[in-house]
């Protein structure tokens, strides 16, 4: 069994929240750069070396790449045999947040409760969080920062049945919902349960019905 304080998950999520916005991967400032030699469009590729050099200025300066420096999205791996001391994960998870976001100059975007006072929290927090357990004794923790602009161009539906393929296409048909991603609901019951009922009355329904309760 491994122990781990709660105060330095705090600590390295705080850290992790900075990082996330002052510095680009060096795998994505890699593809900007090689992007921005292969590109053939002087608009693109002008585009491509202005987010190269707003990289380089965030690294060099210490600030945000973005001013948009969204919610904090925490996945979080914890080992079977580690116990964590002194506080609850996700309290330490949320007491990080808001050390990075306050200590870091990040922008607080998150409300209390976003249906009725939408008051800001001035700390970033709550943070979304996501647990997997899994086997040992490591705690491993990743921090992901998501902006909000991808909500000011969505839209939700609810299909009637009758719509079909015309209603979807007609919501695509939307420039802004290209692509998007289609949620089908299932019926509840089997196909085959149905069958077994059907064309059956009185007694030997009611003896089918039992039949198939027995059997499930």
Do not use: W
Request: hydrophobic share 40%; with cysteine; proline share 5%.
């Amino acid at each position: 069994m491994r122990t781990l304080e709660a105060a330095q998950i705090t600590a390295a999520v705080a850290k992790l929240a900075v990082e996330a916005n002052y510095n680009l991967s060096p795998d994505i400032y890699d593809a900007l750069v090689a992007g921005r030699e292969k590109e053939e469009s002087p608009l693109g590729k002008e585009i491509l070396g202005q987010l190269v050099t707003n990289a380089c200025i965030a690294r060099e300066e210490a600030m945000p790449i973005c001013q948009d420096t969204g919610m904090a999205v925490v996945f979080v791996e914890l080992g079977q045999d580690v116990h964590i001391t002194g506080g609850s994960l996700a309290d330490a998870v949320n007491a990080g947040v808001a050390k990075g976001y306050t200590e870091g100059y990040l922008r607080k975007s998150v409300v209390d409760d976003p249906l009725f006072d939408r008051k800001n929290t001035q700390d970033n927090t709550p943070a979304i969080l996501h647990v997997e357990l899994v086997p040992g004794d490591k705690l491993k923790i990743t921090l992901a920062p998501k902006g909000f602009g991808s909500e000011n161009m969505s839209a939700l539906k609810m299909f009637k049945p009758a719509e079909g393929v015309v209603g979807v296409k007609s919501l695509l048909s939307t420039p802004f919902l290209t692509p998007a991603l289609i949620f089908r609901a299932r019926p509840h019951c089997r196909r085959g349960r149905h069958r077994r009922y059907h064309g059956k009355s009185g007694a030997a329904s009611e003896k089918s019905a039992a039949q198939a309760h027995k059997s499930a």
